[in-house]
């Protein structure tokens, strides 16, 4: 990625990022919409199948969170080794933007699960997700925290100079 100081960065990240998570959350909502106002109904009215469908959903988006935090500590580890300040963010800005895709895959699955089942449990999952996501951000601190930054670096990303002076 190309940026030329440390706030471009952060507002290229949280530009995708928030575009990212608007596509589920623009679905979602839709969907919530559509179908409280009686406009679609639900595919499914099998009390047992959507029972099997939630469990399904919920056992392979446990696993997209799992396999996200382990992907995503096991890179972090490499881009540690890595010289440059502006190495290791390109490699954090990445990394980060495949565990948020891996991440907003499961809501959308949990939007098709509610436009199938029109279960309320989705819902709540969305929402339980969607602040799952906020504790994720990537905020500055975090930032530093994750790429254990010390001294000048710390100070430059943590207060997102342009410089130092």
Not at 48 to 73: D, G, H, K, Y
Not at 124 to 132: P, R
Not at 134 to 160: F, I, Q
């Amino acid at each position: 990625m190309k940026y030329n100081s440390v706030p471009e960065y952060f507002y290229k990240l949280y530009g995708r990022l928030y575009a990212l998570i608007l596509l589920p959350l623009v679905c979602f909502g839709l969907l919530y919409w559509e179908m409280k106002t009686g406009k679609i109904e639900a595919f499914s009215q099998d009390i047992q199948l959507n029972q099997l469908l939630l469990l399904a959903i919920i056992v392979v988006l446990l696993t997209e969170w799992i396999v996200s935090f382990f992907l995503f500590r096991s890179k972090l580890k490499s881009i540690l080794t890595l010289g440059s300040l502006g190495a290791r963010l390109d490699h954090y800005y990445r990394f980060t933007l495949v565990r948020f895709s891996l991440l907003v895959s499961g809501l959308i699955l949990l939007a098709a699960g509610f436009f199938i089942t029109r279960d309320q449990y989705f819902t709540i999952l969305f929402v339980g997700s969607m602040v799952g996501l906020g504790v994720l951000w990537p905020t500055s601190a975090k930032v530093c925290d994750d790429l254990n930054l010390k001294g000048d670096e710390r100070k430059l990303v943590l207060y997102k100079l342009h410089k130092l002076s």
